[in-house]
């Protein structure tokens, strides 16, 4: 019969092996679903196997990825944010603004739209980690105004065009073999934050914070801070992905007017 002391670390382990359990089976059953859609899709279309659809894909998922890798911390602790898809449209108004109206050059533009991708979510950070209000309230509040301020600054109407073809090669580029010159950055962005949230002490209190806020605050942790810096690191890295969209032009109105 064993004692407390003992019976804690087992218990421990008993619950790590099922939760261990559980995610695999969860990770199996998508697996599963993802290779029955390919195999539909391949055989209802000859064209979907093709390398030319492949390299599509790749564009997508790095233009998608970048905004989703940026959200992980975010997610990870426990928080959401419903304001993403208006702050990119935000800094794709404003990196046109910046660039057309004010003739700064691009890297400084560039550089300009981030800090205001920081900015905001500099301010929801302070009402979520530091006044405590609901991310849900939060963001979907942000978004508003985030929207609000894209349509007001281009009156609903101006869209921004005639970027340099040194910067939209960014998102429209090709690099051997048909890769979308995005790709590297997306790849580079991913190692970073796997090293981030697994190789790092912020990431490993950003799990902590995520399974129990109240628990990692009782052990020290500082909660509060951890959550501010992933709201104004994830939304300043929101306009990362806005240089990187195809089309020409920026607008503050659905995908086809971001960069």
């Known amino acids: 019969m064993s004692t407390p002391s003992e ?4 218990a421990r382990e008993h619950v790590r092996a099922a939760t261990a359990r559980g995610a695999i089976s969860g990770e199996a059953w998508l697996l599963a679903v993802l290779v029955i859609e390919v ?3 391949g055989v209802t279309t000859p064209y979907f196997l093709s390398w030319a659809n ?4 790749l564009r997508f998922s790095a233009e998608l990825g970048l905004l989703a890798v940026a959200l992980t911390p975010v997610i990870v602790s426990g928080g959401i944010d419903l304001s993403v898809g208006a702050m990119m449209g935000l800094a794709a108004v404003s990196f046109g603004i910046f660039w057309q109206d ?18 905001g979510g500099a301010m929801n950070a302070l009402l979520i980690a530091r006044l405590g209000v609901p991310a849900l309230i939060v963001t979907l509040g942000s978004m508003a105004l985030f929207r609000g301020l894209a349509e007001g600054l281009t009156e609903a109407a101006v869209s921004y065009s005639g970027f340099p073809g040194s910067f939209l090669v960014l998102g429209q580029g090709y690099l051997p073999l048909g890769l979308p010159a995005q790709l590297p950055i997306f790849i580079a962005v991913v190692a970073g934050y796997v090293v981030l949230l697994h190789r790092s002490i912020i990431g490993r209190a950003l799990y902590a914070i995520g399974f129990n806020a109240d628990a990692a605050r009782y052990a020290g942790l500082p ?3 951890r959550l501010a810096l992933v709201r104004a690191v994830g939304a300043g890295g929101e306009p990362g992905g806005s240089p990187l969209r195809r089309a020409h032009g920026a607008g503050p109105f659905g995908r086809r007017h971001w960069l």
């Open 39 to 41: 195999l539909i899709f």
């Open 102 to 119: 004010l003739h700064l050059p691009v890297p400084i533009a560039a550089m300009a739209t981030l800090a205001v991708g920081a900015i």
């Open 7 to 10: 019976a804690a670390p087992q």
């Open 54 to 57: 492949g390299v599509e894909l």
């Open 223 to 225: 909660v509060a801070r």
